[in-house]
């Protein structure tokens, strides 16, 4: 049985752009078409009015995401992103605005109910306000965490650390400390080798002043005939030799012989001495009656 379903297997944008962006007009700043995908930016002010224009009269049910990102070096450097997808028409678009740390950005929470976590999250994460959004709390960072992890002026290390303490019977909240600086890195390719010379390496130092890590030598050694490996007929004759004549291993082993015959079975055995019992009689269970 065959079964029909009114969204198209396949995602088209041709034309898309101009569709949702006449749809748009004025809330429209700019459309990127890229990688088949289709990006929207609006005005800031005007994202819950674009949002449910989409959502109301093109099909854009679902709220899938909305996530952010920082470009410390914008005026407006947070970006929103929200991410939407269209199952009658198996479409995914996102619409995006620019803030920075002052500028609110209006809730979509009275269109997607879904739209308070991901709020959240991007205000903890980001430190981006939405206006209208009942609450705003820190969803992933710990209570009391000051700052925004994934502002890229953030510190690597944070500000605080927190450990629980034998002592007070609780976590508590300290300043971080290092103990060691933090490192530099040369991005250098292992294999290609540093120009400098590494702790430790001094020894590996050519006598005559080379790069670190080649062969004290003038010239390689290679391999060219056969003679220079020890190979040839006398070498093959030389291993075909017998080590030794009574070796067991070169003995005809082909003929089967008798096993030896147990310790217990031969007549001429001496007799045991000292307390040992004989193992037959030993081994017999005993009579309980």
Do not use: C
């Amino acid at each position: 049985m065959t079964v029909l379903h009114s969204a198209p297997r396949l995602t088209r944008i041709d034309g898309l752009a101009g569709t949702l962006g006449e749809a748009l007009g004025d809330h429209l700043l700019d459309t990127l078409e890229a990688h088949g995908e289709l990006v929207l930016t609006v005005r800031r002010e005007s994202i819950a009015a674009a949002l449910e224009m989409l959502r109301d009269h093109h099909g854009y049910q679902q709220m899938m995401e909305i996530a952010g990102a920082d470009y410390p070096d914008r005026d407006e450097r947070f970006e929103v992103v929200y991410m939407l997808l269209s199952l009658t028409k198996n479409s995914r678009i996102m619409v995006k605005v620019s803030t920075d740390e002052a500028s609110t950005v209006p809730t979509v929470t009275h269109l997607w109910p879904n739209a308070g976590w991901l709020e959240r999250e991007v205000f903890d994460l980001y430190g981006v306000i939405f206006e209208g959004n009942q609450d705003l709390r820190r969803i992933l960072t710990d209570y009391g965490f000051e700052g925004h992890p994934f502002r890229k002026d953030f510190p690597m290390t944070g500000y605080t650390e927190l450990r629980y303490s034998e002592e007070e019977k609780r976590v508590v909240y300290q300043p971080v400390e290092l103990a060691q600086e933090m490192r530099t890195f040369d991005f250098l390719s292992p294999w290609e080798g540093a120009d400098y010379v590494l702790p430790g390496d001094e020894k590996a130092m050519p006598a005559d002043g080379g790069a670190p890590g080649e062969p004290p030598v003038s010239e390689s050694k290679t391999t060219e005939s056969p003679k220079q490996t020890g190979a040839g007929a006398k070498t093959d004759a030389k291993a075909a030799e017998r080590v030794s004549a009574a070796a067991p291993a070169e003995e005809d082993s082909s003929v089967e012989t008798d096993a030896p015959k147990p310790t217990e079975d031969e007549p001429g055995r001496a007799e045991r001495e000292g307390k040992t019992a004989d193992t037959k009689a030993a081994t017999e269970p005993k009579d309980e009656d």
